[in-house]
């Protein structure tokens, strides 16, 4: 049953075809979905202060990285030092790691709290993740349309369902607008793979 669901892949593409990224609508059993929404609650969150036009602001939503020692992620202008990856963390990482082919090493698990928390337009380039980041994003609660784009003027809105995996198109920009509407939290498990050793040592 789980199987089968996994094999349901979309590609989502922009208005000429080209693709943005590969999405599993219900790629997490609902049964996985909760054990991990209720291991991720007990995580140390934090909104980290980033600089936005000269200004000092916390971030809106909230985040805590995790990863494997030495994985190091600079975002934002702040070093992000892993958290130890709880054990359901690492055994998801490990099946996507299966799944996919990936070499995930670290997670960025953002906490959307209701509509009003969101994440700007960007895309994940930062040197430690190499010449091709490789990025999937594991959704867990409300969905949320992710914007997805080569660039600002051809945009794909993806709604972000339960349990669903997005793999993203290497260096493609995305973001999250605020919705009003939604009342309930979102959870984004956003997987990497980070040169290790990059900003500091194992
Ligand atoms: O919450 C999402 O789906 C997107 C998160 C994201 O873009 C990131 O963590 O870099
Ligand atoms: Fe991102």
Not at 90 to 98: K, S
Not at 135 to 147: D, H, K, N, V
Not at 174 to 179: E, I, M, T
């Amino acid at each position: 049953m789980i199987a089968k669901m996994r094999e349901i892949e979309q590609v989502i593409e922009d208005s000429s075809g080209r693709a943005l990224a590969r999405y599993w609508p219900d790629w997490l059993a609902p049964s996985a979905c909760e054990a991990l929404w209720q291991a991720l609650e007990a995580l140390p969150w934090q909104r980290p202060e980033v600089q936005v036009f000269g200004r000092h602001h916390p971030i809106p939503r909230q985040q805590c990285y995790l990863g494997e020692p030495g994985c190091h992620y600079r975002y934002s202008g702040t070093l992000l030092e892993p958290e130890p990856l709880p054990p359901e963390v690492a055994a998801l990482m490990a099946n996507l790691n299966r799944f996919g082919g990936w070499g995930f090493n670290s997670v960025l698990v953002n906490r959307y709290r209701d509509g009003n928390d969101k994440m700007g337009w960007h895309r994940d380039n930062e040197p430690e993740l190499g010449p091709s980041p490789q990025l999937a994003i594991l959704s867990l609660g409300a969905a949320r349309p992710l914007r997805l784009g080569w660039g600002r003027e051809d945009v794909v809105a993806q709604p972000l369902g339960h349990g669903s995996l997005l793999a993203l198109e290497p260096g493609v920009w995305h973001g999250l607008n605020p919705s009003r509407r939604v009342q309930e939290a979102r959870v984004s498990l956003t997987f990497r793979a980070v040169i290790p050793g990059f900003h500091c040592r194992a």
